[in-house]
C-alpha cells in the first residue's frame, strides 16, 4: 500500500473545515471570518432579502466602507450622491441584519485588509473571506484566506459557507538575505515577475524560506497581498512567533490564559516535513533588487537597475499585448527604466498603506523635500494607523516634506472617489495593481515599494532608493 | 431561486484577441457605484469602447457593424485582476451567455458560473483557429453543447459543406456547476437545504 505523504499547511485547515463533499463537486467550506465593504455586498443582501431570509451566523461577518469614500472631510457628508447611497446601504444592511458596522468616523475604520489584522481578527487556522480579491493578505497569519464574488458573498450571509473547489498547492521559498533597501514589496513583485500574472491560477501559495521568515508581519502581509496578481487563489505563510507576537494584545485577540492556549494549537500550524505539493519554485534573495512595473500588468516588472525589455525579449505568442501596453504606458521598448519623470506619488492601500510602510517612508524623507512638480499623496490604511502616524510624528515630517496626509480608504488604488491620477500622468504607486486606468481614466502606474516611491517624490524621477540611503 | 436553464447556444462571435483582460477594462472601478445587478452592460470595457468624448471607438470589436452575436472570444488569462462580480454581470447584461478563451483567471470563471455565464475554455490551437475563423468571415458559427461539453467551429457556406468543414472541441466543466446550469439550480438554494448540517458541523468544532 502506498504510503500516505503529510499534509501541507493549507490541507490542514482546509480539511478541518469542509462540511460536506459534493461528489464530482465542490467542497461546502465553513468560513470563520467573513468581512464586507459596500461596493460588493449590497447585491448580496438585496439577494437574502429577496429569499425573506436573515443573516445566518451575523456575529461572523464585521463591516467597514473603504472602497468608494472620500479621503477628505470624512465627518462631513459624502457628496458623490451615488457613493453616498451605496455607503448608507451598507449601513442599513447591516443594522437590519445585526452585523457590526465600523463606519466612517469610527476608530476602527478602514481599508478591510488593514483591520482585519490590526484588531487582532485575523487569526492563524481561520477560514476568512470577503469580497475582495485582495483577501489574500491574512494569509500571513497562516489562514485560508481569499476573495469571493458576490454571490458568494450571499453563500456566507445566507449559511455561512461557500461552494469552493479545492486548489492545487504550491509552495515558494525564497532563501537567503535580502540586501539592503530591498524589502518585502519587491520580492513578491519578482515573484510576479518571474512567474507572470497566471502563473498561480489554480493553486494556493505557501511562502517559505528564510526571507520569508525574516519579514515582519507587515511585510510578509506585503507579499500574500499581491499573491492574488499572480492569478493564485491566496497565500499562506505559517504562523510564527512573529506572528504571536503581532496578534499578542490586540483588541479581539484572546487573552491570558486563552491566549497561551491559542498559540499552542496555533503552533502544530505549519506543512508537514514530507507534504507533496503540485508545484515547488525556489528563488534566491541575492537575485532580487528594488521592483518596478513598467507595463500594464503587475507581471510586467523589472528591476529598477534594467530597462525596459525589447519586443524580441518576450514570450514570442504575446508580443501584440505586450507593443499594446507599452503604447499605453508611452514607454519605449529597450530604454532604461529609471530617469523618467514622475507626476504622482501614491503611498497606501492594502498592499502597503500600514504604519511600517508610513514610518519607513518618513525615515526616507526625513530633512528632505519632494519634487516641485510631484503631486504626493499619502493615504493610510486605516484610522488606527492614521492615528498612530500622527502621534509618532510620522505625519508632520511628511507634511513638512510636500505630502499631502489623506484620510484612510482604498483611495488612489482603484480611483472610484475623488483621488484619481489624471490623463496621461505617470504616478508611482505602493498599491498592487497597473492595469489600464486603475487609478483614474488615462492613468499610468509604476509599481514599486514605499521607500522607492518616497525617493520618486523626492528626486521627481524613477530613482533605484538604494543611492540615497 | 432557480436561475434560467442554460441550452445550447449557435451563434456568430465577437473576437477579442488580447491577452490578459482584466476585470478593471471589462467594467471600470468607477461604475460599480450601483446596488443592483443591472445595467452594467452599457459600461461593459467602457474605456475600450467609447473615447473621452463618450464617443464609440469604431475600431472596437463591439463598435464593429461586421462582428455581433452572443458568445465573446477573448486571448489568454481573460478575466484577471479584482474579483469584482459585476464583470460577469456587465458581459451577460450586454447579451453575452458564454467567454471562449484558452485561460481563465479563477475568480472570475467562478462569478460567470455563478450568473449562467458559460466560460469554455479550449486549447491554444482552437482559439487561434476561431479567431483565424472569424477574422477570415465573421459570420463563422460557434456552436456550444453543453450537454456534451463539445465546441464546434463551422465555416460559412451551405449547410452540408460547414458540416464536413466544422472542427470540434471537447471542453471540461464541473459536473455540478454543469448540472447547476443545465437544470437551473442555485448554490444558495443547495446550501440553504443543508443548515441542519451546517449547524451540526459548528456544535463538532465547539
Ligand atoms: S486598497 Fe486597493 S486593492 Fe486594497 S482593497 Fe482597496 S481597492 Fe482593493
Not at chain 2, 461593459?44 to 463598435?63: C, E, I
Not at chain 2, 463563422?140 to 451551405?158: P, R
Not at chain 2, 438554494?189 to 441542519?196: A, G, Q, R, T
Amino acid at each position: 500500500m502506498k504510503e500516505l505523504a503529510g499534509k501541507t499547511l493549507f490541507d490542514k485547515i482546509w480539511d478541518a473545515h469542509v462540511v460536506e463533499e459534493i461528489k464530482g463537486g465542490p467542497s461546502v467550506l465553513y468560513i470563520d471570518k467573513h468581512l464586507i465593504h459596500e461596493v460588493t455586498s449590497p447585491q448580496a443582501f438585496a439577494g437574502i432579502d429577496k429569499r425573506g431570509i436573515s443573516v445566518f451566523r451575523p456575529q461572523h461577518t464585521i463591516a467597514t466602507p473603504d472602497h468608494n469614500i472620500p479621503t477628505v472631510d470624512q465627518h462631513l457628508t459624502i457628496q458623490d450622491e451615488l457613493s453616498r447611497f451605496q455607503v448608507d446601504k451598507l449601513t442599513e444592511n447591516c443594522e437590519k441584519h445585526g452585523v457590526t458596522l465600523y463606519g466612517l468616523n469610527h476608530p476602527y475604520q478602514g481599508i478591510v485588509h488593514v483591520i482585519g489584522p490590526e484588531l487582532g481578527i485575523t487569526q492563524p487556522g481561520m477560514t476568512m473571506v470577503c469580497g475582495d480579491s485582495h483577501t489574500s493578505t491574512h494569509g500571513a497569519f497562516g489562514s485560508v484566506a481569499f476573495g469571493i464574488g458576490t454571490s458568494e458573498v450571499e453563500m456566507v450571509l445566507a449559511t455561512q459557507c461557500i461552494l469552493q473547489p479545492k486548489p492545487g498547492k504550491m509552495r515558494i521559498t525564497v532563501d537567503g538575505e535580502l540586501p539592503k533597501g530591498v524589502t518585502a514589496k519587491d520580492v513578491i513583485l519578482y515573484i510576479i515577475s518571474k512567474i507572470s500574472t497566471s502563473g498561480g491560477t489554480g493553486y494556493f501559495i505557501e511562502y517559505a524560506g528564510s526571507v520569508i521568515r525574516s519579514l515582519s508581519m507587515e511585510g510578509r502581509m506585503t507579499v500574500c497581498n499581491m499573491s492574488i496578481e499572480s492569478g493564485a487563489r491566496g497565500g499562506i505563510i505559517a504562523p510564527d512567533e512573529t506572528t504571536f507576537d503581532y496578534i499578542k494584545e490586540k483588541e479581539f485577540a484572546p487573552k491570558g490564559e486563552e491566549f497561551d492556549r491559542a498559540v499552542k494549537s496555533w503552533k502544530v500550524l505549519k506543512s508537514d516535513e514530507d507534504a507533496v505539493f503540485d508545484q515547488e519554485l525556489h528563488f534566491d534573495a541575492a537575485d532580487i533588487e528594488p521592483m518596478i512595473t513598467y507595463g500594464t500588468n503587475p507581471g510586467m516588472g523589472a528591476k529598477i537597475t534594467g530597462h525596459i525589455p525589447f519586443v524580441e525579449e518576450t514570450e514570442a505568442g504575446n508580443r501584440e499585448s505586450y507593443k499594446k501596453s507599452l503604447a499605453y504606458m508611452d514607454f519605449e521598448a529597450g530604454t532604461p527604466i529609471a530617469g523618467r519623470k514622475v507626476d504622482y506619488v501614491f503611498v497606501g492601500s492594502c498592499t502597503n498603506g500600514r504604519i511600517e510602510d508610513l514610518r519607513e517612508v518618513a525615515t526616507f524623507i526625513k530633512g528632505r523635500q519632494k519634487a516641485d512638480h510631484v503631486t504626493a499623496w499619502i493615504v493610510p490604511g486605516s484610522k488606527q494607523v492614521e492615528k498612530q502616524a500622527i502621534k509618532e510624528g510620522i505625519a508632520d515630517v511628511l507634511e513638512k516634506a510636500g505630502f499631502q496626509l489623506r484620510q484612510p480608504g482604498c483611495s488612489a488604488c482603484l480611483a472610484m472617489n475623488d483621488d484619481k491620477v489624471p490623463e496621461g500622468k505617470l504616478a508611482v504607486s505602493t498599491s498592487n495593481r497597473n492595469f489600464e486606468g486603475r487609478q483614474g481614466p488615462g492613468s499610468r502606474t509604476m509599481l514599486a515599494s514605499p521607500i522607492t516611491a518616497a525617493a520618486a517624490a523626492v528626486t521627481g524621477t524613477v530613482t533605484d532608493p538604494r543611492s540615497m540611503l | 431561486m432557480s436561475t434560467k436553464k442554460f441550452h445550447t447556444i449557435e451563434s456568430t462571435a465577437v473576437p477579442l484577441p488580447i491577452e490578459n483582460v482584466d476585470t478593471d477594462q471589462i467594467i471600470p472601478a468607477r461604475f460599480l457605484k450601483a446596488t443592483t445587478r443591472d445595467g452594467f452592460g452599457e459600461n461593459l470595457f467602457r474605456d475600450w469602447r467609447f473615447d473621452k468624448n463618450d464617443q464609440p471607438k469604431t475600431d472596437f470589436a463591439l463598435n464593429s457593424s461586421v462582428y455581433s452575436g452572443t458568445i465573446l472570444i477573448g486571448g489568454k488569462n481573460f478575466g484577471s485582476g479584482s474579483s469584482r462580480e459585476h464583470a460577469a454581470w456587465a458581459i451577460h447584461d450586454y447579451g453575452f451567455k458564454v467567454v471562449v478563451s484558452s485561460f481563465f483567471a479563477d475568480i472570475f470563471k467562478n462569478n460567470a458560473l455563478n450568473n449562467g455565464l458559460l466560460p469554455v475554455q479550449v486549447s491554444e490551437d482552437f482559439l487561434s483557429r476561431i479567431f483565424q475563423a472569424i477574422e477570415k468571415d465573421a459570420s463563422s458559427m460557434l456552436k456550444v453543447d453543453l450537454k456534451n461539453q463539445q465546441i464546434t467551429l463551422s465555416a460559412s457556406g451551405e449547410p452540408s459543406l460547414r458540416a464536413r468543414r466544422s472542427q470540434s472541441e471537447r471542453f471540461d466543466i464541473n459536473p455540478y456547476k454543469k448540472e447547476c446550469l443545465l437544470n437551473g439550480y442555485d448554490d444558495i438554494d443547495f446550501l440553504l437545504s443543508i443548515k441542519e448540517t451546517i449547524a451540526q458541523f459548528e456544535q463538532a468544532r465547539t
